[in-house]
């Protein structure tokens, strides 16, 4: 694994990148090295012994990188993308680390017309490549440590008709907004030294503001010792005793820090799924939505502190602000592809997309 890290970290710019995804055969080497970091095993019974068969370059028929597993009872044959996203792919593997690099290396992601482009493929295909990186990077343990939590809305405001009342006036339970609601979830980072990651983050669609919707995200997504920070949304209030710890601020008596207590690097996630929607995605449909959440949440969480240094507000008080650096896309990889096996991609018959994982069912 470190052989890897020193490669990709090498790589720095497009001309850098392209140079070292040069070769079919190195790459394949790297996606084995990032896909089987202690060793190769079999992805139909876990068994970790298994041979490679002989290939095209010894006068044999099987392609490059083929294997079979040990197991008498299993016998299986399989390849580096063999139950990844990237099962049965007729793209190289060149193309889809320069895609996947390209995806990474902007701040907000790329659209699939822009990353098409890039890579002289169709749009359909880098649509699809976009979609196996939002799967390769789904994260389904529990959030520990300081853990905050927001709601927010998205989507596009409702359109003007004169004929219904407006949205919170007229009858009585009409809803305020017709866009989706959903809850985010932000892990602080465990210290401020330089160097330190940052927490993850991630978001869920909602059906609505209840207590239950709000005790079924948080009952996955945060860890029961966990330290909750939240607003005083009576959902929150209501289900932070089942936490270790629980505070809240008043935000509707203009309070909005004490001392530690906050949610504002919530809201700045919330802020930061509202501009990537706009600026690239322009709009997100909520039955995949949790798809885009974590890629948004993964690209939050690739980042280190670098430093801190003081800020004057607008009303002149001093305060003091964390400092980022972000890590290169190159070295995002190894992450990317670290829960790879078990994650399937299918085209449906409508031309959609089937999910198959551990950590998410979407059809």
């Known amino acids: ?120 493929i169709s749009q359909s295909t880098a649509w699809r490549m976009g979609h196996v990186l939002r799967l390769l990077v789904l994260r389904d343990h529990p959030l520990g440590g300081t853990v905050e939590i927001d709601e927010f809305h998205f989507g596009a405001k ?30 602080r980072p465990s210290s401020r030294e330089p160097g330190t990651p940052a927490g993850e983050a991630r978001a869920a669609v909602v059906g609505d503001l209840s207590l239950d919707e709000a005790e079924r995200v948080l009952e996955a997504a945060v860890d029961p010792d966990a330290h909750l920070m939240s607003d005083e949304w009576k959902a929150f209030v209501a289900f932070g005793s089942a936490f270790a710890a629980h505070d809240t601020v008043r935000h509707s008596q203009r309070e909005y820090v004490r001392g530690s207590v906050h949610a504002n690097s919530a809201e700045g996630f919330n802020d930061r799924v509202r501009r990537t929607i706009a600026g690239v ?29 003081q800020r004057r507000t607008r009303k002149g008080r001093t305060v003091i602000q964390t400092l980022w650096s972000r890590v290169p896309p190159a070295l995002q990889l ?30």
């Open 1 to 120: 694994m470190e052989s890897v890290l020193e490669k990709l970290t090498a790589i720095r710019t497009v001309a850098e990148m392209t140079e070292a995804f040069r070769d079919e055969a190195r790459c394949r080497r790297l996606v084995e090295a990032m896909v089987w970091p202690n060793g190769r095993f079999c992805p139909a019974c876990g068994s970790r012994r298994s041979i490679t068969l002989a290939g095209r370059d010894m006068g044999r028929r099987s392609r490059p990188g083929l294997y079979q597993c040990c197991n008498p009872d299993c016998r299986f044959q399989f390849t580096v993308t063999t139950r990844t996203p990237l099962h049965g792919t007729k793209l190289p593997l060149r193309t889809w680390l320069m895609g996947l690099w390209f995806i990474l290396q902007s701040d907000k992601g790329i659209s699939s017309i822009r990353l098409a482009e890039a890579l002289g």
């Open 158 to 187: 409702p359109r003007r008709d004169p004929n219904p009342p407006k949205l919170g006036r007229g009858r009585k339970g009409h809803p305020r907004t017709t866009k989706t609601p959903a809850l985010a979830v932000v892990q």
């Open 281 to 309: 995605f322009h709009h997100i449909s909520p039955d995949h939505a949790d798809l885009y959440f974590g890629e948004i949440g993964f690209r939050w969480a690739q980042r280190t502190v670098a430093g801190q240094a």
């Open 334 to 363: 190894p992450a990317v592809f670290r829960y790879a096996v078990g994650r399937q991609l299918r085209r449906t018959k409508d031309g959609g997309i089937s999910i198959r994982s551990a950590v998410a069912v979407f059809d």
